[in-house]
């Protein structure tokens, strides 16, 4: 292959950057981006910042709470359809529609509030943006599965993305900038303002197709309500039941047998180290003595965009070489680079040592998550993209959310340890006991991700092709 047929074959792959389909994924990105942040950091500023006790503040955290229980109304958005909107934009745009409304009006609501005169009107806001985002996540999850086939679910993935993190610098720094310009009342409207830019991305998608197809074991439940001479409207219901919160279930388990756990199991996984080593992180830096406007230049701004640089090339990748082998080259690199923040540890308050580091991990990161997206994107029955597909993104969250929570404890133990740290301190004598303690940390993160691995290259050898979805026989 000619060194000019290698370059235009990577101009056609950056290409795919430029698709209609993939422009619009980026702006749903930065709708889905921008009610993150305002439920939770930035909501915990501008409480504390009218005074509330970090107590209250702690508890507000659990409105967040929706977006890791968003597969339990996933359902709902694959089988019911908005009245009116659904016929003129389809069922995925309605839903992207009216959950943009919503968290439009509850934004607006957050700017009317004063929480030092009541902080009930806030928690009920925010609980109403916190559920709108998460539905406005189902529904754009299944646009972009069912928008685009899987080779160029990487772009779809990576344009998401980067409209996500431009979000979260404009409902992070560029609320903190008008709230202390302005007030948090102005913060809050512009963002509430901002979540135009999703409205018009929603309408101007194109519309996708909505074959449903018969269920696995639909004939069953229908032969079943028959025999038991049930009304209309009990038949009725009973058929959506099976198929909204049953099928999708059958569907997948039916699909891929035994190997469905091992690939749950992996999704579950794959991240694990990310998410525990991501807790100590900021910890990390304050404890080597970087500077605040040190680490928010370098982690906050700077790596933004190492992270978007990584899901790019990321999609690329995807797009040449499907998407099993990117998934094991990202979780190699995910695992691996967790490494580096030993090398950091040695090297001490060190910005140029930080900036690698941030540009190694985030670059991976971004890599990582982009090949995950695809990957489980592919596993999906477009019949149930949203319900499926928000399946797997809460199996991927949830474990290593739950151990990241004891990421202190580990640290804390290795810390109180002679035996362990004793030996790092010989070999650093400017660390102390608490620093010390990272290094055995993120070499335990780091081999987290070994199951993952495993698990990969038993999915790449030898799992078999899915089994297809049978035709259901007609119903007696």
Known sequence: MTVMTRARDWASSLAVYLEYRTIIMLLLGFAAGLPFLLVFSTLSAWLRDAGISRTDIGLMSYVGLAYTIKFLWAPVIDHIRVPLLDRLLGKRRAWMVLAQLVAASALVGLSLQDPVQSLMPIVI??????????????????????????????????????????????????????????SWSAAYFTMALLMGVGLGAALLA??????????????????????????????????????????????????????????????????????????????????????????????????????????????????????????????????????????????????????????????????????LIAYMSSLVNRNFAATQYALFSSAFALPGKLIGGQSGVMVDAFSASPGIVGPIMEMAPHLTAQTAGYVPFFISTALMGVPALLLILVVIFFQPKPQPIPAPAAAA
């Open 125 to 182: 806001f925010a609980l109403i943006l916190a559920f709108a985002s998460a539905t406005q996540d189902i529904a754009v999850d299944a646009w972009r599965i069912e928008a685009a086939p899987d080779d160029k679910q990487g772009a779809m993935a990576a344009n998401y993305q980067l409209g996500y993190r431009v979000a979260l610098i404009a409902s992070g720094a560029g609320a903190l900038f008008i709230a202390e310009d302005v």
């Open 206 to 371: 194109p519309r996708v197709a909505e074959a449903e197809a018969p269920a696995i074991g639909e004939e069953t439940v229908e032969r079943f309500v028959h025999r038991m001479h049930a009304d209309g409207r009990m038949a009725h219901i009973t058929g959506w039941v099976y198929r909204a919160v049953v099928a999708p279930f059958i569907d997948f388990f039916g699909r891929y047998g035994w190997w469905s756990l091992a690939l749950l199991a992996l999704i579950g996984l794959y991240r694990v180290p990310d998410f525990v080593m991501g807790v100590m992180a900021n910890p990390l830096y304050i404890d080597l003595g970087f500077e605040l406007s040190t680490i928010a230049t370098i982690v906050k701004l700077y790596g933004i965009w190492m992270t978007i640089a990584g899901a790019f090339v990321g999609g690329i990748v995807v797009l040449r070489l499907g998407v099993r082998t990117p998934l094991l080259l990202g979780a190699i690199a995910a695992t691996g680079t967790n490494l580096i923040f030993v090398w950091l540890v040695f090297r001490g308050a060190d910005p140029a040592a930080l900036a690698v580091t941030i540009s190694i991990e985030n670059f991976s990161g971004g890599f990582a998550g982009t090949c």
